[in-house]
């Protein structure tokens, strides 16, 4: 997906993370965003989001704006707690929700070893 030019502006839009015990969350505020106009890729160690707030149709007449056209990108570094196999991310009403996964630790076990 080609989203913009190197000489295209970039916004960075509002989130905020949340931690539970068995996971992070991101929730990104991306009004106006359509699922097509939007990707999430990880690289290595970093979570990339990059797309485009479409332009109002040309039927319209806005009479405020407050929300502008534009591009926007957001990198999440993750840490190595981060399960990155089981990341999953969900768009509804122009909020990208992302659940981030910890990686569940080995659970140490005692028991008796019978030696032959």
Known sequence: MNHASPTDRFS??????????????????????????????????????????????????????????????LGLRLGREVDSSRITAELRDGILKLALPKVIPAIPVTRAIEVN
């Open 12 to 73: 960075t839009p509002a989130y905020r993370l949340n931690e539970q015990e068995t996971t992070y969350q991101a929730e990104i505020i991306l009004p106006g965003v359509a699922r097509e106009n939007l990707e999430v890729r990880l690289e290595k160690d970093v979570l990339h989001l990059t797309g485009k707030r479409t332009a109002y149709p040309e039927t319209w007449r806005p009479l405020h704006r407050e929300i502008p056209s534009a591009n926007f990108r």
